[in-house]
Each structure stands twice: as C-alpha cells, then as structure tokens.
C-alpha cells in the first residue's frame, strides 16, 4: 500500500522529491512550507517553490509560523500520516512532531553525513575543497542532522562546478534516493546506520564577509571560493574603473597558466594573478547589472594589465 505522507520543504531544491513522491503513488495528505513572503518590484506576497508546486498538483498546503504549539501538533497528528517526509523546511521540528507520525520523520540532506550537518552543506563542499559530494535519507531526531542514515548517494565535484550546479545535480538525484527510501520503508525493509560522530563537521550559514575573494592564496583555492559562492552571495572584488572603485561578482572561472603580483591582470582577458598561479574568469556581475560572459563584459569594459584588482 502507497504510503500516507505529509511533506514538508521550502525551495525549489524540495520540489523534485515532492514531485516524485507524488508520481509514485503515495498520498500527499499534507504540504507544509513557509508563509509566501513579498517579492519582486511590487512587492507582491510570493508563495515558496513548494506551495506552487503543491497546489498545481491539488495538494492541501499548510504555512503554519510555529509547530511548537498544542493547537499544530494536534493539526499534525490529525494528518493521520504514516511518515513525514522533510526537505530544507527551513524550521526545526520538535520532538514531538517528529514524534507524531508512526514511522517517523526522514530527511533529505545535500551532503554525506555526518560531515557538512547544518544549513549550508553545498556550498561548505566546495569552498573547502571536498572531492565528493552526495545526498543523504535521514530519519530524523532532535539533534542537527544527527540521526541514522538510510541511504546515500556519492556526486564527484568537479573545479568546474558551482554552487548552483552541484544544488542542480542533487536535487533530482535525491528526489529519486527519497522515492526509494520510501518504497523500502512501505515494505517494512528500510534499514538504517548510526553516523559516525568522529567525522561531524558543521556547515555554518555563509556570511557576507566570507565574500570578498583574497587573491593572495592559491589558484584552486580561490576558484573553489568563487564557486562555493556562486551564484549567491557571490564572491567579489573590487577594481578602478574610470576613477571609481566598481564590485564585480565573479560566478565562474577556471584555472589559467601564468604568474605575478596577487590581483594583477596578467592579460586582456581577465586571467588574474593568485598567490600561486591564476584563474580566467569566464562570468561576471557587475553591481547592478545582470550576469555576463567575460567577453561581453570587456567589449564594454576593457581590463588589461597592469591593472589591479583588490
């Protein structure tokens, strides 16, 4: 028998495995997500990726503010779901919520725990330097991420791949480990395996002061910022442009063969000096204006040494 499962997530990185969930059968009897927030020129109240989601699929979508009270632990069991099912919610749940639903509650995590617990395991991945990624089914307890994995799926990480491409390739392929996790737990064969705490790491939220890029370290190192960055908030330096310092995001680059003084453009196509080799930068933002590939940028800007960025 199909499972009856209240969904719980946010962004558009849920959305597949709502989608998927839903397409394989089991009774969605419940999205929670966020409370649509004003966005856009006017302001308009905007409804999280899920919730669109959920309604185009004719799902009941519930924007509770709290789940730490009476009234929405006994809305929640009235539910009468078998399990729950949990991806970047963006609120944490009590225990008993996590108590209220027979087969538990299961996240889905963009890491492979226990490393990277924590609110920004994407992006930690690849700002640190990891070869691998991957995605994880966790039944969920009241710890951060703590609880026993079901399953797991590994992704290499590339120099080439960015924040956004890594998020882009997790997501599906999660969809599908949850689909799977689902259909195990359904037939009463979901095994699950304590995380090992000797490798915990903590995926701390990305703070704007990690943006600025410091071109004195390696060349790798400072491609894996600018990626780990990208596209948001955006790793970012500074250069003189008709006498006034302009802040340039850079959201994608590659390594590149030269050296000099960290910060010098050692070419007319944005190859730039780090503190052991360089980096081309292939797109850029400039503030206030819309991304752009780096030849499109300098047929209106041209850069060219002895330059320096800081």
């Known amino acids: 028998m199909p499972l009856r499962l209240i969904f719980m997530g946010t962004p558009d990185f849920a959305v597949p495995t709502l989608r998927e969930l839903h397409a394989h059968g089991h009774e969605i009897v419940a999205v929670y997500t966020r409370a649509a927030k004003p966005a856009g020129r ?13 309604r185009e699929l004719g799902l009941p979508v519930l924007t509770p503010s709290t789940l730490k009270t009476p009234e929405a632990e006994a809305t929640f069991r009235a539910h009468n779901a078998d399990a729950a099912v949990v991806v970047a919610y963006g609120m944490i749940l009590p225990e008993n919520i996590l108590n209220a639903v027979p087969r538990g509650c ?25 070869a691998c990624s991957g995605a ?28 956004q491409d890594l998020h882009d390739a997790l997501a599906p392929r999660g969809a599908d480990l949850m689909v799977r996790a689902m259909a195990a737990l359904e037939q009463g064969r979901l095994e699950l395996t304590p995380q090992d705490e000797a490798g915990a790491t903590y995926a701390a939220k990305i703070g704007k002061a990690e943006a600025k890029i410091d071109w004195t370290k390696p060349a790798r190192e400072v491609l894996r910022h600018i990626h780990g960055l990208s596209p948001f908030p955006g790793a970012w330096f500074e250069v003189e442009i008709d006498g006034a310092p302009v802040r340039i995001k850079v959201l994608r680059c590659e390594l590149a063969k030269g050296a000099g003084d960290p910060g010098s453009l050692l070419d007319d196509h944005l190859t730039i000096a780090c503190g052991d080799g360089a980096i081309r930068l292939l797109q850029i933002q400039r503030a206030g204006k819309q991304p752009m590939a780096a030849p499109d940028f300098l047929r209106g800007t041209p850069l060219a040494p002895p330059l320096r960025v800081v």
Request: no cysteine; charged share 20%.
């Open 106 to 130: 299961f996240n889905l995590h963009a890491s492979l725990l226990p490393r990277w617990r924590g609110a920004a395991p994407i992006q930690r991945a690849i700002l640190t330097g990891d």
């Open 42 to 54: 006017g302001m308009k109240l905007q409804p999280t990726p899920v919730e669109q989601a959920a």
């Open 136 to 163: 994880m089914v966790m039944k969920m307890d009241v710890g951060l991420d703590t609880g026993d994995v079901a399953m797991m799926d590994r992704l290499p990480i590339t120099d080439a791949m960015t924040a």
